[in-house]
């Protein structure tokens, strides 16, 4: 391998590397549940069994 080639693979490698580090970073920041608060039925809230004490703006639908 000739030094010219040695270079460029270090440079495509190192930048292909950082891509995905920030992708990765980017997908773990990500807040995946809106304040704190879930619900597994949400489409058949009547049937849930936290309906009544349930706080959720999804329930007055």
């Given amino acids: 391998m000739r030094r010219k080639e040695f270079i460029d693979k270090i440079f495509r490698y190192g930048i292909l590397g950082g891509l995905v580090l920030l992708a990765g970073f980017l997908l773990l920041k990500r807040n995946v549940q809106p304040s704190g ?3 597994a039925d949400l489409k058949i809230c009547r ?3 936290k309906f009544e004490v349930c706080t959720l703006p999804e329930k007055k639908l």
Avoid: A, E
Wanted: charged share 15%; with cysteine.
């Fill in 37 to 39: 608060h879930s619900c």
């Fill in 47 to 49: 049937n849930c069994k």
